[in-house]
């Protein structure tokens, strides 16, 4: 029999989920992290795992894993320290960078401005040149390599980025360097922008090679320290990791290619609530996960996230294909405070983390929580985890006193004051990335999901209008279950810059058929085979004249019937959508990108048998909450006895393994066939 497990590593804990291909069976495990080394908490999870589904590591022919080792090697500062060899008259491009200063207007002044991850002293540059058609201008000189590449070695640089003015177009002089970088630092990683990143404009290309050669060997250590664990164990099976955009790269190319790991975290989230809204019927989707310190929101159009060309991680911005997440520092260890000088409640962004953790943990924490605030109010019951996890009451009760202390009101309403304003911040973080995007969210289902989201899905789908609101089954290891059912992933691009008066269909079918070959070549390498992989194609569009471009998803078959035609009049429509305006002037053609897609991971989807509506086999106990600000008479229910068809009145609480789905007063939860919780208003309001 042949398994698959998918293994999504967070801050608190690491979720895993083993799927038995042929079956459907699955089962879940979560287990403490371990920061000061991922891979330590990860072997604990598999050997526990396969003892409870009585599997043997050998038998696990894919593993799959979202991880945010290069996530947090970039938030930290503690990336490697990076040589950078660029052209003659250009050692400065990482100083000057863009003009964009963070903030309101004046807001330079206060501004602390980043260090570039590869410093000035730790730059150097190299004569020759190619023009901005690829044509060489000056040859390079290799004495003059090897004296720089020797200057560098002499700083102890533990990683190199070779990044040369239009070598976009022309990679010569990049790949000369590089042959004298392997004689000269044997065992320094090299990043080459031609092949990182393949793009015009000077600084993202380079930005986006040196943040790709600061995380290298990170990334590197990580991955063959998992590998060689794996190992250790008898675990010889497929080792693939979850990319920035929702694809799986293999962990060989993940140590050559990290920048596009950046994003691989919040990512599973997202293809876990694909393959979920799929089996549901769901087609427009917003995903709210939430976690212990903060809640990644996307958006799902048509079955399909939507993506972004730049990766961005705390102040570092890269030109890197990723999943449009946005996160917000509200979680369930998201911490109530109320400063001196307002006198005003606020929460978060800071988290009490995994330890100490809320103070209805008992591990130490006094600090008042959204967790804490949640327990106070009855919406978590005392024990977590299938009863393996106790909560304090008294301890949640004590913290959160201190808030109502402050604001000089009743417990119960500085308890409910915290989850409104938690509420809010999800609530803005949504808002971002439907409203300002031009889409109206009443359009959409809101999927909650991670350790809390089915505790706060149904109070933020009110606020939004989104219904029904989802609680999917396992919701609280959705990102590992994502990191399961996801598929291989590649993809590259060129620069074309033309206007489209100066290009034809021929030039531009002819690029995308060399780039069409190259990354099909890429996953086959991989082990991928010929007839089990599919390429789409991505053109960046903009009027001639503008600083930004739009990408634009564009079929072959549409191209060589409509011409390059078809193109432009989707841009105009999706450029009226976005800004409200078009514009007179010549379209014009900026990059091309292909992406190669392996064969879908298809795992089958248990279905519940068939009950008569009533959910009371499933009942636990009778249970009181607050809510409407008043004590409200509640049920608690157990997830796994809940039948197809079974409907929830709220108020209602709902528990499982790995999460708490709350459902509020005046609202249903009908159970699908599979098992999803769908939230909506009751009919009578």
Same mark, same amino acid.
């Given at each position: 029999?042949?398994?698959r497990?998918?293994?999504?590593v967070?801050?608190t804990?690491?979720?895993l989920?083993l799927?038995n291909?042929?079956t459907g069976?699955?089962?879940?495990?979560k287990t403490?992290?371990?920061p000061?080394?991922s891979?330590?908490?990860?072997?604990?999870?598999?050997e526990?795992v396969?003892r409870s589904?009585?599997v043997?590591p050998?038998?696990?022919?894919?593993?799959l894993h979202?991880? @945010? !080792?290069?996530?947090?090697?970039?938030?930290?500062?503690? =990336?490697?320290? $990076?040589?950078l +060899?660029?052209?003659e008259g250009? *050692?400065q491009?990482?100083q000057?960078?863009?003009?964009?200063?963070?903030?309101?207007?004046?807001?330079?002044i206060?501004?602390p401005?980043?260090?570039p991850?590869?410093r000035l002293?730790? @730059? !150097?540059?190299?004569?020759?040149?190619m023009d901005?058609r =690829?044509?060489e $201008?000056r040859p +390079?000189?290799d004495?003059?390599? *090897?004296?720089?590449?020797e200057k560098l070695?002499?700083q102890?640089i533990?990683?190199?980025t070779i990044?040369?003015?239009n070598?976009?177009?022309?990679?010569?002089?990049e790949?000369r360097?590089a042959e004298?970088?392997?004689?000269?630092?044997p065992d320094v990683?090299?990043?080459?922008s031609?092949?990182v990143?393949?793009e015009m404009?000077e600084y993202?290309?380079?930005?986006t090679?040196?943040?790709?050669?600061?995380?290298r060997p990170?990334?590197?250590r990580?991955v063959r320290?998992?590998?060689?664990?794996l190992e250790?164990?008898?675990?010889t099976?497929?080792l693939?990791?979850?990319r920035?955009?929702g694809?799986?790269m293999s962990?060989?190319?993940?140590?050559?290619?990290p920048?596009?790991l950046?994003?691989?975290g919040?990512?599973g989230g997202v293809t876990?609530?694909?393959w979920v809204?799929?089996?549901?019927?769901?087609n427009n989707?917003?995903?709210?996960?939430v976690?212990?310190t903060?809640?990644?929101?996307?958006l799902?159009?048509?079955?399909e996230?939507?993506r972004v060309?730049?990766?961005e991680v705390?102040?570092?911005?890269?030109?890197?294909?990723?999943?449009?997440?946005?996160?917000?520092?509200?979680?369930?260890?998201?911490?109530a405070y109320?400063p001196?000088?307002?006198?005003?409640l606020?929460?978060g962004?800071?988290?009490?983390g995994?330890?100490?953790?809320p103070?209805a943990y008992?591990k130490?924490?006094?600090?008042p929580?959204?967790?804490?605030?949640?327990?106070?109010?009855?919406?978590?019951?005392?024990?977590?985890?299938?009863?393996?996890f106790k909560?304090?009451?008294?301890a949640?009760?004590?913290?959160v006193?201190t808030?109502?202390?402050?604001?000089?009101?009743?417990?119960?309403?500085?308890?409910r004051?915290?989850?409104?304003i938690?509420?809010?911040?999800?609530f803005?973080?949504l808002r971002?990335i439907?409203?300002?995007?031009?889409?109206?969210p009443?359009?959409f289902?809101?999927?909650?999901?991670?350790?809390a989201?089915p505790?706060?899905?149904?109070?933020v789908?009110?606020?939004?209008?989104?219904?029904?609101?989802?609680?999917?089954?396992?919701p609280?290891?959705?990102?590992?279950?994502?990191?399961?059912t996801?598929r291989?992933r590649?993809?590259?691009?060129?620069?074309?810059?033309?206007?489209?008066?100066e290009?034809?269909?021929?030039?531009v079918l002819?690029?995308l058929?060399?780039m069409d070959?190259?990354?099909?070549?890429?996953l086959?390498?991989?082990g991928?085979?010929?007839?089990?992989i599919?390429?789409?194609?991505e053109i960046?569009v903009?009027?001639?004249g503008q600083a930004?471009?739009?990408?634009?998803?564009v079929?072959l078959?549409?191209?060589?019937a409509?011409?390059?035609a078809?193109?432009t009049?989707?841009f105009d429509e999706e450029?009226l959508?976005?800004?409200t305006?078009?514009m007179?002037?010549?379209?014009?053609l900026?990059?091309?990108?292909a992406?190669a897609?392996g064969?879908?991971?298809e795992?089958?989807?248990?279905?519940?048998?068939?009950?008569?509506?009533?959910?009371s086999q499933?009942?636990l106990?009778?249970?009181t909450?607050?809510?409407d600000n008043?004590?409200?008479?509640?049920?608690i229910?157990?997830?796994?006895?809940?039948d197809a068809?079974?409907v929830?009145?709220?108020?209602a609480i709902v528990?499982?393994?790995?999460?708490?789905?709350?459902i509020?007063t005046r609202h249903?939860?009908?159970?699908d066939a599979?098992?999803?919780?769908?939230?909506?208003?009751?009919a009578k309001?």
């Amino acid at each position: 029999m042949a398994f698959r497990l998918g293994v999504d590593v967070g801050g608190t804990f690491t979720d895993l989920l083993l799927f038995n291909d042929a079956t459907g069976d699955f089962w879940r495990h979560k287990t403490p992290s371990t920061p000061h080394d991922s891979s330590e908490g990860i072997l604990n999870g598999v050997e526990a795992v396969c003892r409870s589904a009585d599997v043997r590591p050998d038998q696990i022919e894919v593993f799959l894993h979202g991880t @945010t !080792v290069a996530t947090n090697a970039v938030l930290e500062g503690k =990336g490697a320290r $990076v040589g950078l +060899v660029t052209t003659e008259g250009y *050692r400065q491009i990482m100083q000057i960078a863009r003009s964009f200063v963070p903030g309101g207007l004046a807001g330079w002044i206060v501004w602390p401005k980043p260090e570039p991850m590869a410093r000035l002293e730790d @730059t !150097v540059e190299v004569k020759g040149r190619m023009d901005a058609r =690829g044509v060489e $201008v000056r040859p +390079v000189d290799d004495a003059d390599i *090897r004296a720089q590449l020797e200057k560098l070695k002499g700083q102890g640089i533990e990683a190199l980025t070779i990044s040369l003015i239009n070598a976009y177009l022309n990679g010569a002089h990049e790949n000369r360097v590089a042959e004298l970088a392997a004689e000269i630092l044997p065992d320094v990683p090299l990043s080459l922008s031609h092949i990182v990143l393949p793009e015009m404009q000077e600084y993202e290309r380079t930005l986006t090679t040196v943040a790709n050669a600061a995380v290298r060997p990170i990334v590197g250590r990580y991955v063959r320290s998992l590998r060689a664990r794996l190992e250790k164990i008898g675990m010889t099976g497929r080792l693939s990791l979850l990319r920035s955009d929702g694809g799986l790269m293999s962990s060989h190319k993940s140590e050559e290619h990290p920048v596009a790991l950046l994003m691989s975290g919040p990512a599973g989230g997202v293809t876990g609530a694909l393959w979920v809204a799929k089996n549901a019927g769901l087609n427009n989707i917003l995903t709210l996960d939430v976690g212990g310190t903060s809640t990644d929101v996307a958006l799902i159009e048509n079955g399909e996230p939507r993506r972004v060309r730049t990766t961005e991680v705390g102040h570092l911005s890269v030109r890197a294909s990723s999943l449009d997440v946005k996160t917000v520092g509200a979680g369930g260890g998201s911490i109530a405070y109320v400063p001196e000088l307002t006198k005003a409640l606020r929460v978060g962004p800071q988290s009490a983390g995994a330890a100490p953790g809320p103070a209805a943990y008992g591990k130490g924490g006094l600090l008042p929580t959204v967790t804490d605030a949640n327990v106070v109010l009855g919406y978590l019951p005392e024990n977590l985890l299938g009863g393996a996890f106790k909560l304090d009451r008294e301890a949640a009760r004590t913290a959160v006193q201190t808030i109502a202390d402050a604001l000089g009101i009743e417990l119960m309403a500085a308890a409910r004051g915290i989850i409104d304003i938690v509420n809010e911040n999800m609530f803005g973080a949504l808002r971002m990335i439907s409203v300002q995007q031009g889409y109206d969210p009443r359009g959409f289902a809101l999927m909650g999901f991670g350790g809390a989201g089915p505790l706060h899905v149904n109070a933020v789908a009110r606020l939004m209008g989104s219904y029904p609101a989802v609680s999917p089954v396992s919701p609280g290891v959705l990102c590992a279950l994502g990191d399961a059912t996801t598929r291989m992933r590649t993809e590259t691009a060129r620069s074309l810059s033309k206007r489209v008066s100066e290009t034809g269909l021929e030039e531009v079918l002819s690029t995308l058929a060399e780039m069409d070959a190259q990354v099909r070549a890429e996953l086959v390498s991989d082990g991928i085979p010929e007839n089990e992989i599919t390429t789409s194609f991505e053109i960046d569009v903009r009027y001639s004249g503008q600083a930004f471009e739009v990408p634009m998803t564009v079929a072959l078959a549409d191209l060589k019937a409509g011409g390059i035609a078809v193109l432009t009049d989707r841009f105009d429509e999706e450029h009226l959508r976005l800004f409200t305006f078009n514009m007179d002037t010549e379209h014009e053609l900026v990059n091309l990108r292909a992406v190669a897609l392996g064969r879908s991971l298809e795992l089958p989807a248990l279905t519940l048998p068939t009950g008569d509506g009533d959910p009371s086999q499933a009942r636990l106990r009778d249970h009181t909450l607050w809510m409407d600000n008043a004590e409200q008479a509640a049920v608690i229910y157990d997830r796994s006895k809940l039948d197809a068809g079974d409907v929830i009145p709220g108020p209602a609480i709902v528990v499982e393994m790995d999460s708490t789905t709350l459902i509020e007063t005046r609202h249903i939860g009908t159970v699908d066939a599979f098992g999803n919780i769908l939230i909506t208003p009751s009919a009578k309001d």
